[in-house]
C-alpha cells in the first residue's frame, strides 16, 4: 500500500525521529512535509528503519524517485552501509567502486593535496567541508607521500581550475594519475552532521565508466566491511627498506633546504610518516635515518641512534602495536630518548603499559585547541586521528601534558624516567602557524640530556 509523507515519517517515530536516523534537521523534515517529497537519498536509510518496500513509496510517482536511479547529471553515487545514497558528479580516476573505507570530515581550509597524502588517510574516504577545493591546483612539493593515501574524496562545489602561481598540475589530472576518484555535488554539510552525530561510517564511491549502478551491491559491500577497528594498516604505507633523510623545511622563494651539519642521529620509525615531519626533525640539526614499521629493537638500535622518532600513521595502535610495542619496549630498556607523534603516540602509550580506544567521529582538520598542562598556554594545531589513549589507564610515571579544548580527550604524554614523550596531533603542520614547532628543539634538549 503506498505510503504518504506523512505516513513514513510517522512510521520513522516522528519528525524528531526520523530527523536522527535520516541524518539531517528538523527543519528539512518540515519542509518534506510542505512538499509532499523526500529527497532520493533518503529512501534506502527509510526502507531499513520501516520495513517498507519502493512500491511502498511509489518510486514511480515523480515526488517519489527510486534511489537506485541516476538522477540527471549524476555520474557517480557514495553509498554507505546503512543505505544512505548522495548522488553527485565524478570526478579524477572512474572506477566501478572503491575498496570501502571509513566516511570522515576534515574541517581544513587549505592544504587539500597534503591531506590527501597523509599516510594517515589510508582506509578513508575524506569529505571536505571547505567548499573551494581544487583552487590552487597541485605541485610536488606540497605532497606528504609518493601516493595519494586516501581512498577517495567528497566535495559540494565542482572542481575549478587552478589559480595559484605554484600549481603544476589540476587536482583533477592529478587525482587521474593517482588512480583515486571524487564526487562533487554533494550535500557535504548534511554528511557531516551525520558523521558528526552518528559517527564515522563505512561507504564507497562508485565513479563507473559505462554510467551503470547497482545500488544494492554496492550497499552490500560497504556493509560487509569490518571498518578500521582491529585493523593493522601501518604495514600498507610504510616503506619496504631504510633510508636517509637530509631535506629541510620549505621556505618562500627558496624552496626546500639540505641539512649537512647534523649534530644528532634520529631514528624514524616509518608507521606512515609525513616527510613534513622528517624535514621538522632535520631542521631542529638532525640525521634521520627512516626505518620500517616492522623493525625490531635490534634492528634500530643497530643504527646508535640518539633519539628514536615514532611517526603518524593509519590503523587501529591496538593492531600495529602487535610488533610495534615490543619494538619501543626495547628502545625505552636501552635508554634511548623517545618522541611520538599521532599513531605513534598511541604506540607509545600501549608500550607504557596504557589502552587506546577508537573515537566517535575522530578530530580531523586544523584549527583545534590543545593546552599544554606543562606552561597553561594554548595552541592551534592540526590533527588527523580516529584513536584516542585513555587516560585512566596510564600507569604510575606516566603524565598527562596536553589536553583537546573541544572534548576533553589526551593530546600528550610524558614518562621522565623513560625521557619518552609524545603528542596526538601534528606540530610540524603549522596552522598556529609555528606554536608546536617547539616540540622538536624539547626532542634535542631531551638527546642532549637538557630535559
Known amino acids: 500500500m503506498t505510503q504518504t509523507v506523512d505516513e513514513i515519517i510517522d512510521r520513522l517515530g516522528g519528525a524528531d525521529r526520523a530527523a536522527t536516523l535520516l541524518g539531517v534537521g528538523t527543519e528539512a523534515v518540515r519542509k518534506w512535509r510542505q512538499t509532499r517529497a523526500i529527497p532520493a537519498r533518503h529512501w534506502p536509510a527509510i526502507l531499513t528503519a520501516t520495513g517498507l518496500t519502493l512500491a511502498d513509496l511509489n518510486p514511480a510517482s515523480p515526488s517519489m524517485p527510486d534511489p537506485s536511479t541516476p538522477p ?21 580516476a572512474q572506477t566501478a567502486a572503491t575498496e570501502p573505507a571509513e566516511v570522515c570530515f576534515n574541517t581544513g581550509m587549505t592544504g587539500y593535496q597534503e591531506t590527501l597524502t597523509d599516510p594517515s588517510y589510508a582506509g578513508q574516504i575524506i ?8 583552487n590552487v591546483g597541485t605541485n610536488s612539493d606540497d605532497i606528504e607521500a609518493n601516493r595519494i593515501a586516501a581512498r577517495g574524496l567528497v566535495v559540494k562545489q565542482d572542481i575549478t581550475e587552478p589559480g595559484n602561481y605554484r600549481s603544476t598540475q589540476g587536482l583533477q589530472a592529478w587525482l587521474r594519475g593517482q588512480g583515486v576518484p571524487g564526487i562533487s555535488g554533494v550535500d557535504t554539510r548534511a554528511l557531516t552532521i551525520r558523521i558528526r552525530d552518528g559517527g564515522a561510517p563505512s561507504g564507497l564511491i562508485s565513479y563507473p565508466a559505462d554510467g551503470r549502478f547497482d545500488i ?28 636517509g633523510w637530509d631535506q629541510t623545511e620549505w621556505a618562500w622563494d627558496v624552496g626546500f633546504g639540505t641539512q649537512a651539519a647534523a649534530k644528532h642521529h634520529v631514528v624514524a620509525v616509518d608507521y606512515g610518516a609525513k616527510r613534513n615531519i622528517l624535514r621538522c626533525l632535520a ?13 625490531t629493537a ?22 600495529t602495536g602487535v610488533y610495534a610495542v615490543p619494538a ?52 592551534i594545531t592540526s590533527q588527523n586521528h580516529g584513536f584516542a589513549v585513555d587516560e585512566a589507564s596510564l600507569p604510575e610515571g606516566v603524565v598527562v601534558t596536553h589536553q583537546s579544548l573541544f572534548d576533553g580527550s589526551n593530546e600528550g604524554i610524558a614518562c621522565a624516567a623513560k625521557r619518552a614523550f609524545s603528542v596526538q596531533y601534528h606540530p610540524e603542520a603549522s596552522p598556529g602557524p609555528t606554536d608546536s614547532h617547539y616540540l622538536f628543539h624539547r626532542f634535542v634538549a631531551v638527546m642532549e640530556g637538557q630535559a
Open 72 to 92: 540527471p547529471g549524476a555520474t557517480a553515487v557514495l553509498v554507505l552501509a546503512d543505505g544512505s545514497v548522495f548522488w553527485g558528479a565524478g570526478f579524477g
Open 127 to 134: 569529505t571536505f567541508t571547505f567548499p573551494h577545493i581544487g
Open 216 to 243: 544494492a551491491a554496492l550497499i552490500a559491500k560497504a556493509a560487509a566491511w569490518p571498518g578500521l577497528e582491529g585493523m593493522d594498516l601501518a604495514r600498507e604505507v610504510t616503506c619496504a627498506q631504510s633510508y
Open 283 to 295: 631542521s631542529a640539526g638532525c640525521k634521520v635515518t627512516v626505518v620500517p614499521a616492522s623493525a
Open 298 to 319: 635490534e634492528d634500530i638500535l643497530r643504527h646508535a641512534p640518539d633519539g628514536v622518532f615514532l611517526s603518524n600513521g593509519p590503523g587501529d595502535p591496538a593492531a
Open 328 to 379: 619501543i619496549q626495547g628502545v625505552l630498556a636501552a635508554g634511548k630518548p623517545v618522541f611520538g607523534i599521532c599513531l605513534g603516540h598511541q604506540l607509545l602509550a600501549l608500550a607504557l603499559g596504557a589502552k587506546t580506544y577508537k573515537l566517535a567521529r575522530g578530530h580531523r582538520g586544523a584549527n583545534q585547541p590543545v593546552k599544554d598542562l606543562t606552561t597553561g598556554k594554548v595552541e
